[in-house]
Each structure stands twice: as structure tokens, then as C-alpha cells.
């Protein structure tokens, strides 16, 4: 049975999120244009020994919209989301755009986590195959979306820094991903703790939307 949607109002933004289970606490973030609902599978898993929490990011879900979208403005609503409700060092699980933000949430304040975990991430949008750039270029043609607009832009994560996040790290990725594989090694191979992963045969969100197939890789990190 799926929990209430719960609303909070942080950072200038009204954000709305689930949460089920009790036990230590795990975050989940969810990619571009999406909600939590995609973690459905794996809140259902989670919650029998963990408290979890699933956030909409700004603009999407039932969260409210903001003027313009960047991605260091959702890793500050997520900081304030656990400053806010005293979460005791959650493990920031992202996908995406949420791994995106869990490592601009782990370079700046790493203090308050425990573990991330990293399910096709990008340190800039030279990281996506040509492919993907080009199909999101199209549908941006298209929409005119800001949201859309952010991939094309952001972010710009200095691989470097990545040695500052001395927090373990499990780094995901599917074999068929639109995240190239080198950007996927990049991001493991500073990261002082990383464990990386690469699910065969899955493309960017087929292990991650609604599905368990991150369970049990989940559960031997943590």
C-alpha cells in the first residue's frame, strides 16, 4: 500500500514527497520531467527495514514550479529537506537528474549523508552519447521546456572535486545507458569509496523504473 504525498515548504519552493518504513533512512531522487512515483517498486522494497523518503523535485510532481531550473537550486531544497526534518544521515539515492543532484548535495554539504548512490549520472552534457543530445535537443525544439533546456546546459562538474566526497559511493549505470560509459568511469574513479556497477543488458532507467532490479545491488552496498 503506497503512502500519503506529503507537501513542505523550504528554500522558496513547496515540495512534495512520500514516505514509508521505518529504520535508517534513504532518499530517492528521480530524474528529468518525472516524480517519485517511479521509485514505487523500490519504495515497496526499501521501506521493510528503512525509512524512505521520495522526493518531487521542483517543477515536477506535485511540487511547485520555480522561475528557472538549475541543478545546485534542487541540491539546496534537498539539503533543507533533511536539515528541515532531521534526517540523520540519509543515503541520497538519485537517478539521472537526481544522481546529478546528489553529488552537487555530497560536494557541498557530505557531513549530513551517509552513502550515495549514483544511477546514470553526468558531470556535464558531454557525458550523454550523441544520440541522447540529439533527442533531447529535438524535444526541446519542441517544448521550449526550461526543464529540458537545464540538460543542455548543465551541469559542469569538475571531475577533481569528486576526490573531496569521502563518503561510500555506489556508481550505477546500464550497459545500453545514454551516459557514456567513460563519463560513468570518471565519476567512479575519483571518488575515493566507489563501488561501480554495470547493469547488462539495461539502458538508462530499465533498472531503475518501477523495478526492484536495484534491490539487491542496494542492499550488498549498504
Known amino acids: ?21 521505518e529504520g535508517s533512512p534513504i532518499i530517492f531522487l528521480h530524474g528529468n520531467g518525472e516524480t517519485h512515483a517511479i521509485w514505487d517498486r523500490m519504495i515497496a522494497e526499501m521501506s521493510m527495514d528503512h525509512t524512505v523518503y521520495a ?17 545546485k537550486d534542487m ?9 528541515s526534518l ?6 541520497l539515492c538519485g ?11 555530497a ?12 544511477c546514470g549520472a553526468n558531470l556535464s552534457p558531454k557525458g550523454l552519447t550523441g544520440s541522447a543530445r540529439r533527442e533531447i535537443k529535438s524535444l526541446y525544439k519542441k517544448t521550449n521546456s526550461p526543464l529540458v533546456e537545464m540538460m543542455l546546459l548543465e551541469p559542469d562538474i569538475a571531475p577533481d572535486k569528486l576526490r573531496s566526497i569521502n ?7 546500464g550497459s545500453k545507458d545514454m551516459i557514456k560509459p567513460k563519463e560513468t568511469q570518471t565519476i567512479a574513479d575519483p ?32
Open 191 to 222: 571518488l575515493p569509496q566507489a563501488t561501480l556497477h554495470i547493469f547488462e543488458g539495461e539502458t538508462h532507467g530499465s533498472y531503475v523504473e518501477h523495478t526492484d532490479k536495484l534491490a539487491p545491488v542496494l542492499r550488498k552496498f549498504l
Open 167 to 173: 563518503l561510500p559511493a555506489l556508481v550505477c549505470a
Open 95 to 105: 537517478f539521472s537528474d537526481g544522481a546529478i543532484i546528489t553529488l552537487l548535495v
Open 55 to 71: 522526493i518531487d523535485s521542483r517543477g515536477q510532481g506535485e511540487s511547485a514550479t520555480p522561475k528557472e531550473y538549475h541543478y
Open 86 to 91: 532531521h534526517i540523520e544521515k540519509p543515503v
Open 75 to 83: 541540491a539546496a531544497d534537498v539539503i533543507c529537506f533533511i536539515e
Open 107 to 118: 560536494l557541498k554539504r557530505q557531513d549530513l549523508l551517509s552513502a550515495i548512490v549514483l
Open 1 to 21: 500500500m503506497r503512502g500519503f504525498t506529503m507537501y513542505i515548504q523550504l528554500n522558496g519552493q513547496i515540495l512534495s514527497y512520500e514516505k514509508e518504513g
